[in-house]
């Protein structure tokens, strides 16, 4: 994680780089998918909320429009519960996500036990990922409806959805794999019969 310590004349300092930023540099840093941080240079006190929300106010000054006025309108009405009603949905698709993969890996270890184990695990995992893809599917719509160009949102769901299709094709490999153990249990079956 980038840190970039604020001093009491309000100039920022990139610590890794070992230089001065400007509220657009910071900017840029996260539109490119940077994790930063942002501190008092005296306190420690984390300010990064306060310097996101800078960065938004001065795009919003330059009018880039970054946000929809009804957005921010909800923004200061709630006093910024709209913003972690929305999160939620990103956070809870990324811990579904990371369950699913923890499941497909403890379903290929299911491998060593039996076919009918493993058959079970990956019918069970085929379910939950597309009850998971529906809800998803749904919060998505309800999220991304008004905000639609907060770019990282749209990198979190980029994530989610590549996770989602990393879950399909583990799916898929186990579908393979049982197939494979049925023919060689058929094939020995087949093997004992024509010895006898």
């Keep these: 994680m980038k840190i970039i310590k604020r001093y009491a004349n309000r100039k920022l300092y990139d610590t890794e780089r070992s230089c001065y930023v400007t509220l657009e540099d910071i900017a840029l840093m996260v539109r490119n998918g940077e994790d930063c941080r942002i501190v008092d240079k005296k306190t420690d006190e984390d300010l990064t909320s306060v310097t996101f929300a800078q960065i938004i106010f001065e795009e919003e000054k330059r009018s880039r429009r970054i946000l929809p006025l009804s957005t921010l309108r909800s923004i200061i009405q709630t006093s910024g519960e709209f913003l972690q009603k929305i999160s939620q949905p990103v956070q809870q698709l990324k811990e579904e996500s990371q369950k699913s993969v923890d499941r497909l890996r403890r379903g290929s270890e299911v ?3 039996g076919r009918q ?5 990956t019918q069970s995992l085929q379910r939950a990922i597309e009850e998971m893809q529906s809800r998803v599917d749904e919060r998505i719509k ?5 905000l639609t160009h907060v770019p990282m949102l749209t990198k979190r769901l980029d994530e989610s959805l590549n996770r989602l299709d990393e879950c399909e094709r583990h799916i898929v490999e186990l579908n393979k794999k049982v197939e494979q ?3 060689s249990k058929k094939d020995n079956t087949e093997l004992k019969g024509q010895t006898l």
């Design 142 to 146: 309800d999220a991304i409806g008004s």
């Design 181 to 183: 153990l049925q023919r």
């Design 117 to 121: 184990a493993l058959l079970k695990t």
């Design 111 to 113: 491998i060593d036990e």
